[in-house]
């Protein structure tokens, strides 16, 4: 029995997609645990990019069972496109391979349109979020008037909880958002037909993969988002609605935290952020844009360009610590050739003192001014590189330099898109 969770060690958009999909050619389950449709995790098969949302990257391989859990929340709309998409793509998405939490909470259409309305009522004070209905979801689970995937499935229990919650939703839809409130019939219907559509994936996911666990199957846990934008030890309040970090992903597949042992941190080598919130490294200068060029770096999800920087050493060290990663996975190091030198931050310097420690409090860090050390850049094009004794020698003295600081083993180096561009140090599922 051997358990692998992704997370992503900065702000998201770290390769986490690529990787599952690496990791799910040895699982026998891939079990994405938190967010939604705010996720965007790339694939690039054969040359064919392929960006998913919701369904968990490793339903591209054959074999593994594909779940979402139950801290996943779910845009049926969504959903129900991506099932399209891959089935025209030829992939086996039947019931057998994919299952979906009863106990997910649904993103109802008043989700996405609270949290829209919201932050162009906020204006100076927005979150910068993907706009698909994440915060008010989870909100509205914590505050237990959400609607979970198994209600699509019981038409008068259904009924009862949407007409309650309605009331109270189109009240603040009405009266402070000041927009035409949902008509109930509508949205009753849809909801139930979604529920037809969903049934054969519907199941109590928990049950399997404790059965799974005793069965000693491989477990792949892939997260969504990354650390920094977890809601307990992220940026707050510029961060995300859901807890990012590894722990979450026993809460939310309802197996022993016992049982998560290899937590695989991803992290670029450079750092991006979509949305507002400080970011220390930001670099608004050419070189931040040409990070952006190279790296293609725009969101998966809403074509936003990202904001580039380079890597934040103080942030990284506080995911390891924070979220409890004990090993790396380094990405994009490809897009650093031609750079002639490359900067890392090792501390900040906020109000004429040094910070080694990453700040808690975001006005803190808004001020932060990075210390940087910096290294040797290379000039060679390193795709193809297949051991790190293939790099040049400044590419692997900055991977060693990284690996160093970061005080866990290296597990991977990704040095491009293509499912095949990836340096293997060790397998983790045994480790
Ligand atoms: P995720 O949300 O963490 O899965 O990451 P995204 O898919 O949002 O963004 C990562 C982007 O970088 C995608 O376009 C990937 O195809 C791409 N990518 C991943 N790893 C590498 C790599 O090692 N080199 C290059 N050049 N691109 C990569
Ligand atoms: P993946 O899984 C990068 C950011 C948004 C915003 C904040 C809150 O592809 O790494 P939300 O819609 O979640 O309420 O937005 O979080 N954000 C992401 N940034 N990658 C993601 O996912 C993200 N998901 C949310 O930009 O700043
Ligand atoms: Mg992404």
Redesign the pocket.
């Known amino acids: 029995m051997s358990s692998v969770v992704i997370v992503?060690s900065q702000w998201?958009?770290?390769?986490?997609?690529?990787m599952v999909d690496y990791y799910a050619g040895l699982a026998d389950a891939v079990v994405r645990y938190q967010g939604g449709s705010n996720?965007?995790?790339?694939?690039?098969i054969d040359g064919k990019?392929i960006?998913m949302h919701l369904i968990p990257a490793g339903i591209l391989r054959e074999k593994p069972l594909c779940i979402l859990a139950d801290n996943v929340v779910i845009e049926p709309n969504t959903l129900l496109s991506e099932i399209g998409m891959l089935k025209d793509a030829g992939c086996n998405i039947s019931p057998s391979r994919f299952k979906i939490s009863a106990r997910a909470h649904v993103t109802m259409p008043y989700h996405i349109m609270v949290d829209h309305l919201r932050e162009i009522k906020r204006a100076r004070a927005k979150i910068g979020t993907t706009g698909r209905g994440i915060g008010p979801t989870y909100e509205d689970k914590a505050a237990r008037r959400g609607i979970r995937v198994g209600d699509l499935l019981h038409p008068e229990v259904l009924k009862e909880r949407l007409e309650i919650i309605l009331d109270d939703r189109n009240y603040y839809i009405k009266n402070y958002l000041e927009e035409t409130p949902f008509a109930f019939d509508k949205l009753f219907d849809e909801a139930l037909k979604f529920g037809e559509q969903l049934a054969p994936y519907i199941d109590d996911t928990s049950l399997l993969l404790w059965n799974m666990c005793r069965e000693n199957k491989n477990i792949l846990f892939e997260g969504a988002q990354g650390i920094m934008l977890d809601l307990n030890g992220g940026t707050y309040p510029y961060v995300t609605s859901s807890n990012t970090t590894p722990a979450a992903a026993a809460v939310s597949a309802g197996v022993s935290p016992a049982f998560l042992k290899n937590i695989v941190g991803?992290a670029k080598a450079y750092t991006t952020r979509v949305g507002e919130g400080p970011m220390p490294t930001e670099l608004n200068c050419e070189v931040g844009d040409l990070l952006r060029f190279q790296?293609?770096e725009y969101g998966?999800t809403t074509g936003r360009p990202r904001r580039c920087g380079w890597l934040d050493m103080v942030a990284l060290r506080y995911a390891i610590r924070y979220a409890g990663i004990t090993s790396l996975i380094l990405?994009?190091?490809?897009?650093l050739s031609g750079f002639p030198e490359i900067k890392v931050a090792v501390a900040y310097e906020i109000n004429g003192k040094r910070y080694d420690e990453f700040p808690y409090d975001i006005s803190v860090l808004y001020e932060a001014k990075p210390i940087y050390e910096i290294l040797p850049g290379w000039k060679e094009d390193i795709k193809g590189a297949s051991s790190l004794d293939e790099l040049p020698e400044n590419a692997r003295n900055y991977v060693n330099w990284i690996v160093e600081r970061a005080g866990i083993p290296l597990v991977m180096l990704?040095?491009?898109?293509q499912r095949g561009?990836s340096i293997e140090a060790y397998n983790p599922f045994k480790a």
């Open positions: 992503g998201g958009d770290e390769g986490k997609g690529k996720a965007g995790h790339t694939l690039v990019k960006v991803v790296g293609g998966a990405t994009k190091i490809d897009i990704s040095v491009g898109a561009e």
